[in-house]
């Protein structure tokens, strides 16, 4: 678990900001996975992305919300002109291959919108 | 429409008994099933999983057995310690390139 990195740990942003949630996955793994669970929800997926591709973007909204997986650095997924609906804690996870036996998810983006 | 389900949403067990949990699925093309572990402001922790070539995978106190039949997997944690108290949530794919999907978990609580 400690091996996904991700920050920052909680964010605040007013409404009508923008929100950047950075995972690191861990070494040799170029498969990320972003998550996001709302209170007395489960996780809910949003996007997949493989080193530079997005790979399944089905669960990510359609407007406002982007993720991209570059060769360098980490995978960020970006919420503009947030809204209180976007509050949520965002989880990454990362898996060595595509079959994603096993998904190690890092400790989580907790976003908060006021 | 919810593909995994986990209906239970807490459960209250004693120190040194048997823990159950339960998750049922719709989709007939999940082949591979997990359960993960979480605790508050942390991520969730791979625990166990199986293959649907297996209706049993046993690790230590932990045991997943999956009925393909009726679509059901369960989780026992036998015997239930305090430090197993947390959200556990059943989680299943499609071999391949889909993603995990995830129930909306379970939590228990184990009480000395």
């Known amino acids: 678990n400690a091996g996904v990195m991700q920050n920052p740990r909680h964010l605040v942003r007013r409404r009508g900001q923008e929100a950047r949630l950075r995972c690191s996955p861990m070494?040799?793994?170029?498969?990320v996975y972003w998550y996001r669970q709302l209170p007395e929800e489960g996780l809910k997926f949003m996007v997949y992305l493989q080193k530079e591709n997005i790979i399944d973007e089905s669960g990510m909204p359609k407007e406002r919300f982007s993720a991209e997986f570059p060769k360098e650095g980490p995978s960020i997924l970006r919420i503009q002109q947030v809204v209180r609906g976007d509050s949520a804690a965002y989880f990454c996870?990362?898996?060595?291959?595509?079959?994603?036996?096993?998904?190690?998810f890092g400790q989580g983006t907790r976003l908060t919108v006021v | 429409d919810q593909q995994v389900k986990q209906n239970s949403p807490s459960l209250s067990v004693q120190e040194g008994r048997i823990s159950i949990l339960n998750c049922d699925y719709t989709?007939?093309?999940?082949?591979?099933f997990l359960w993960y572990k979480k605790y508050p402001a942390e991520g969730p922790t791979f625990l166990i999983s199986?293959?649907?070539?297996?209706d049993k995978n046993e690790d230590g106190r932990f045991t997943v057995f999956l009925n393909k039949s009726a679509k059901h997997l369960s989780l026992h944690i036998v015997p239930s310690q305090p430090g197993d108290s947390a959200v556990y949530f059943c989680a299943a794919s499609a071999r391949g390139n889909t993603p995990l999907v995830f129930g909306k978990g379970t939590r228990l609580s184990v009480i000395a």
């Open positions: 996870a990362s898996s060595r291959s595509q079959e994603n036996t096993e998904a190690f």
């Open positions: 070494k040799g793994h170029s498969h």
């Open positions: 199986i293959s649907s070539i297996k």
């Open positions: 989709n007939s093309m999940f082949d591979y």
